[in-house]
């Protein structure tokens, strides 16, 4: 358990340090909620290997295949079962575990999209100057990191972002990166109905 966390953490430091600029990047525990199995060593490497992807498809491919290649069946009594009837259940259906992985890379698809979109256009529209791209893209993404520690969802996320941009810039500037954000994401499908998916996850 302990090589494991060892492990974990220098495969999270290297992809997070990689770059200078901080990019996208997905933490151990997210694969661990998605897949509901936790402290395995393949996951720590399908954090590292997804976080080395460039498009959605190669993205999908190298999840699929670790799912494949390495689930098991994790059993446990659910916590709120009756008395009497405490026998252990799958807590990980493989059916519904590769439909959490297809909602999570669409959803880290348009985020994606999402980010280049809205600050090619802040940039076009005069918000921002061009030279401050690369820095509000860089707290785009540490924003999002620190966010998805506790999975608070996109909506809960973008009031992280636009507050750290208000503290930034000004409460101006952040009310019209919002009200250019909303516009972005009602002017495109994919978008619109892919954003809202991770609040989507199976429970099961």
């Known amino acids: 358990m302990a090589n494991i966390c060892l492990f974990s953490i220098f495969l999270v430091l290297l ?27 393949w996951i720590v490497e399908l954090t590292y290997e997804f976080n080395e992807q460039n498009n959605l498809e190669d993205s999908r491919k190298t999840v699929m295949k670790a799912i ?34 297809e909602i ?3 959803y880290r698809d348009a985020l994606k999209t999402y980010s280049d979109k809205v600050l090619e256009k802040s940039i076009s529209l005069g918000l921002f100057e061009y030279s401050e791209i690369e820095k509000i893209r ?8 620190r966010s998805s520690q506790t999975l608070v969802g996109f909506k809960n996320f973008q009031k992280c972002f636009f507050r750290k941009i208000a503290e930034n810039y000004s409460s101006e500037v952040a009310q019209k990166f919002e009200d250019l954000s909303e516009e972005v994401i009602e002017s495109d499908f994919f978008l619109k109905t892919q954003l ?8 099961f």
């Open 138 to 145: 860089e707290l785009f993404w540490e924003v999002e990191m």
């Open 68 to 101: 494949d290649q390495n689930w098991a069946p994790v059993m446990a009594i659910p916590f709120c079962a009756p008395v009497g009837k405490r026998d252990p259940v799958l807590m990980n259906p493989i059916e519904k575990v590769k439909e959490n992985v």
């Open 15 to 41: 992809s997070f340090f990689k770059n200078v600029v901080c990019e996208d990047q997905v933490m151990v525990h997210t694969f661990e909620y998605i897949l509901h199995d936790y402290a395995k060593q």
């Open 104 to 106: 999570f890379v669409n």
């Open 196 to 203: 809202h998916n991770e609040n989507e996850l199976i429970k």
